[in-house]
């Protein structure tokens, strides 16, 4: 009994001495456009410091809201989210905390600014598109038509079920009936080894509901949204999977046969489909990626670790060229997500679908590559 007293009398006091060192500030102008009220301290050096600071930043966005076209990409996101913003920035936290500061108390930090991605995020010279236009179609003839006459790729006897009619070089393709856009299946692309141990890993981490992306957040990047058009799990290929013995040789492969490098790729998405799992028809690409320094992703390698037979479904099919690939374990399919004309726009006829497995379990491999530095923007918060 003695011992829960003294528990109530010392969360009594703690509350007190809470209440009392904050009054809590209603109302002030520009609270719609600020954010949450913001709380002043009762302690005088405190409540001076944080009424100065509101009232500059009050100014501050009040600024923000009149400067026109020059603000308009930030100017409804930049608030407070927190009523301590301001005796936080009060105290130094903008400098001492900028990661958080900056984002979520804006105002407060005097920084709409950093909400515009193009601002915290710009492309740097020195990061380049990888693709001019052609680049696309030569990198394919390379691989299907054995272009540079080396014979690098025909050990995975690359076909193409869907391409252009003409050749770079004018000539025109036999055998094609309509215009496409690539869709190239690799077979043997990974031994059975490495295959094994990329769902052995996938099992190990442990995979989660598959996500979307979803709706832009204040500081310019985007939420994961979880929807029925989706159904499969996944995780990822990141550190103790990307640097194993049996893993780093299939990175190095498909870095080599795009003709990329291995920053210009996401991290491998690992994926289970269970019976009854699907991915309706979507697309690739991303499009706020474009104005973002890892760019849009430009190519699609999805990588088949076990066998689906063709009745038990689980098929990649493009539904709007009537093709349909069955999973064949080691076998991968390669398409674009770009027009080789204008290499960082979307090339909507590459929709696509993951078939629902009826039955059995499906495993897979995704390789996303983009036309900038994706592993620099991942790193810096940029992508």
């Not at 009594?12 to 500030?25: D, I």
């Not at 804006?106 to 193009?118: G, Q």
């Not at 696309?136 to 006897?157: K, P, Q, S």
């Not at 999977?241 to 893993?247: R, S, Y």
Request: proline share 5%.
């Amino acid at each position: 009994m003695y011992i829960l007293f003294i528990f109530i009398i010392h969360y009594f006091v703690s509350y007190m001495l809470k209440s009392c060192r904050f009054s809590c500030m209603t109302c002030f102008r520009g609270t719609v456009q600020f954010g949450i009220a913001q709380r002043v301290p009762m302690a005088t050096n405190e409540r001076e410091l944080t009424e100065t600071r509101l009232a500059t930043s009050i100014e501050y966005i009040q600024r923000i809201w009149k400067d026109g076209a020059e603000s308009k990409n930030v100017r409804y996101k930049c608030k407070n989210v927190h009523e301590d913003c301001s005796y936080w920035a009060a105290l130094g936290e903008c400098e001492k905390n900028p990661t958080y500061m900056n984002l979520n108390c804006a105002p407060a930090c005097y920084t709409c600014d950093k909400l515009d991605m193009r601002h915290r995020c710009p492309i740097e010279p020195d990061n380049p598109s990888i693709w001019e236009a052609g680049d696309l179609n030569t990198m394919m003839e390379r691989i299907v038509d054995d272009a540079d006459n080396n014979g690098e790729f025909v050990r995975y006897n690359p076909k193409a079920l869907s391409r252009p009619m003409l050749k770079r070089d004018g000539s025109t393709v036999t055998g094609i009936e309509k215009d496409g856009p690539w869709v190239v299946v690799l077979e043997n692309f990974v031994s059975s080894e490495e295959a094994d141990r990329l769902v052995e890993i996938g099992k190990r981490q442990g995979y989660d509901r598959s996500a979307d992306v979803g709706k832009e957040k204040p500081d310019g990047t985007h939420e994961s949204k979880v929807s029925d058009s989706r159904t499969s799990h996944n995780t990822w290929c990141k550190e103790g999977c990307h640097d194993d013995p049996l893993v780093s040789p299939v990175i190095a492969r498909i870095a080599n046969i795009t003709r990329t490098e291995n920053k210009n790729s996401e991290y491998l998405q690992l994926l289970q489909y269970e019976p009854g799992q699907y991915y309706k028809q979507h697309h690739d690409y991303i499009g706020h990626h474009k104005e973002k320094p890892c760019g849009v992703r430009i190519l699609t390698l999805f990588i088949y670790l076990n066998d689906v037979e063709e009745d038990a479904g689980g098929g990649t099919r493009f539904s709007l060229l009537n093709i349909t690939v069955q999973p064949k374990k080691g076998s991968a399919v390669l398409w674009p997500s770009v027009l080789d004309e204008a290499p960082e726009d979307k090339d909507g006829r590459t929709d696509h679908e993951a078939l629902p497995v009826l039955r059995g379990l499906k495993y897979g491999a995704n390789a996303w590559i983009h036309n900038r530095d994706y592993k620099k923007a991942y790193t810096m918060g940029c992508q």
